[in-house]
């Protein structure tokens, strides 16, 4: 059965495929970044009731599934989430590199998909990510 999540009144389950990449998809998500990053997102996710179930982070991007209630929209988290994040970049790296400076660190747009019933198969793309881009 399906695990549906609770508003006033509302009943929803909302997931989303999420993918978005730094400025120029520069290599730029491994080391020290990689490590804090995951961190980063589901603390921010948690910030607006949202909860990322599967995330993977490659060197070029960030995929993530994440369950979004109704009442915000898609572009308002990921615009939050990645605004926020890159704030959190330039202060935690400020002056180790160049290119960690706020809003300048993600690309403008990103790539949204809804999951409805294939979340399973969605979730085991995203697991396997590392796997997907040597073939």
Known sequence: ?????????????????????PKRRRKLIYGDLRRILGDVFHELAGRRECKIVEGHLMPDHVH??????????????????????????????????????????????????????DEEMVREYIRNQEQEDVH
């Open 64 to 117: 993530m599934c994440i369950s979004i209630p109704p009442k915000y929209s898609v572009s308002n988290v990921v615009g939050y989430m990645k605004g926020k994040s890159a704030i959190a970049i330039a202060r935690r790296f400020k002056g180790k590199q160049r290119n960690f400076s706020g809003e300048h660190f993600w690309a403008r747009g990103y790539f949204v998909s809804t999951i409805g019933l």
């Open 1 to 21: 059965m399906r695990d549906y999540k609770s508003l006033t009144r509302t009943r929803w389950d909302c997931k989303y495929h999420v993918v978005f990449i």
